[in-house]
């Protein structure tokens, strides 16, 4: 067994809720890159532009990329050769959000109830997923999820019989729906099969993976690519004011299901979607 | 296309001679307000209570920011969806709101209320919060301070950047961006 102190958790936490926040990822920002380079429609330029701009400022002068620095979502998959110690598991993580949220001048954006709506005034607690691996390290990965894409999600449990076609008009249809509310460009994470709640679950977690990185499946592989063509060809365009550059990246992935079902899962995740992640 | 430059208060009058698509700098005082402020300033409007807030030609921002680092007016804050403010956006055009900015689509009621009452809805560009912050001045929480970033805070912005979405006659920037996707 190897020993990890929960502090190197809460320190772990810490600077990925900072780094999330305040430095784009890399895939997205080659994505709007290549975004700008393709897009035709000069008012769609000129957002883009904007875009990388901002991402460019937020990075040097340490300012949220957007205010909404959402819900902090922390994976972990812990190897099963690890011994946490010395303390709470989720104590440390919401330790480490939490004082992140407060010296990094990050937004507060959780209330404790769902119908009360208090602020809890510190960002926590986190939503927070834990896998156990192979292995004696600990994969932490932090994204801030705002929630103007969130709300743009959906799911819908489909026939087995269904034809792919079917799936791919769902998830277009949820991308017309959240149409120009959820920020455009969007990156969508997708979740096909498992129950319910993995679906949806494995929908977030396809959010965590680099968007020029595709499925190794092939034929999952092909569909990503399709969405991603089709989604380009709908016209919503930067902040839905037109253009070619709808969304950046679709990933998918997959898990096996019943044989009476096929659930499929959208996360609807904005031009400003957050992660960032470190292995202990 | 210049933008053309505008400041606060918004009348009737002035937002006449914008139309949907026009890029505008907004400068002056500006108040934000989202889901939570909304509520309670539509519960009070509804009960009859006063409002304490001028909200005469005055235009809300549909923003909770960061908070500002040292030295800095305010931290990152561009806009939220303003969809989630609809059902609360009649009453405040009624009580002679002047305008508002957000992201995203309005329900009809809304544009129909913006045609009735002749005021404006602008867009500005969200999830670049960092950058507009350069265009805030000063901010101050001035109402419903219990509610954290959802408090009403003053700002004092100089050219802001926004994009007219649905001017007094009712046109909409996004059925015209629509119509073009089809």
């Known amino acids: 067994m190897r020993e990890i102190n929960v502090s190197e958790i809460t320190e772990a936490v810490y600077e990925l809720c900072l780094k999330a926040n305040f430095d784009l990822r890399k895939d997205i920002l080659k994505a709007l890159r290549s975004g700008l380079s393709k897009e035709k429609n000069v008012r769609a330029k000129n957002i883009i532009k904007s875009i990388i701009d901002n991402a460019k400022l937020a990075r040097k002068k340490r300012i949220a990329i957007c205010q909404d620095t959402g819900v902090a979502v922390v994976h972990l998959d812990i190897g099963q050769d690890v011994l946490l110690v010395g303390g709470e598991l989720d104590k440390a993580i919401n330790e480490g959000v939490g004082e992140a949220y407060r010296k990094g001048y990050l937004r507060k954006s959780v209330v404790s109830d769902a119908i009360e709506r208090k602020n809890t005034g510190t960002n926590t607690p986190a939503v927070i997923y834990t896998n156990i691996v192979d292995g004696d390290k600990v994969k932490i990965s932090v994204s801030p999820k705002g929630f103007g894409s969130e709300n743009k999600s959906a799911i819908k449990m489909f026939r087995p019989t269904d034809p792919v076609e079917m799936i791919k008009e769902f998830v277009i249809g949820t991308v017309k729906k959240a149409g120009p509310d959820a920020c455009p460009p969007f990156v969508l994470g997708i979740g096909l099969g498992g129950t319910f709640e993995k679906c949806a679950y494995l929908a977030k977690k396809a959010l965590l993976r680099p968007i020029d ?22 016209g919503i365009g930067p902040m839905g004011l037109g253009g070619n550059t709808t969304a950046l990246g679709v990933n998918i992935m997959e898990a096996p299901t019943h044989i009476a079902g096929l659930p499929v899962a959208v996360n609807m995740s904005c031009h400003a979607t957050r992660s960032a992640e470190k292995t202990i | 296309m210049s933008a053309i430059k505008l400041r606060t208060p918004i009348t009737s009058q002035a937002a006449m001679s914008l139309k949907a698509g026009d890029e505008v700098l907004l400068s002056g005082v500006i108040l934000t307000a989202r889901d939570a402020a909304h509520k309670r300033l539509h519960d009070l409007i509804v009960r009859g209570k006063p409002v304490p807030l001028n909200l005469k030609d005055a235009v809300i921002y549909y923003a909770g920011p960061t908070p500002p680092r040292p030295g800095r007016a305010i931290g990152s804050c561009g806009p939220t969806t303003s969809s989630r403010m609809d059902p609360f956006t009649p009453e405040l055009l009624k009580m002679g709101l002047g305008g508002m900015i957000g992201k995203g689509d309005r329900s009809a009621e809304v544009r129909k209320a913006i045609k009735k009452y002749k005021r404006v809805y602008f867009l500005a560009t969200g999830g670049i919060g960092a950058l507009l912050s350069t265009k805030v001045k000063a901010a101050k929480a001035i109402l419903f301070k219990d509610l954290g970033p959802e408090a009403i ?30």
């Open chain 1, 213 to 234: 990185r595709r499925n190794p499946k092939k034929h999952i592989a092909k569909l990503e690519r399709e969405l991603l063509r089709e989604i380009n060809s709908l």
């Open chain 2, 153 to 182: 805070y003053k700002m004092e912005v100089a050219d802001f950047p926004l994009i007219v979405g649905i001017d007094p006659k009712g046109n909409d920037i996004y059925d015209k961006a629509k119509r073009k996707s089809v």
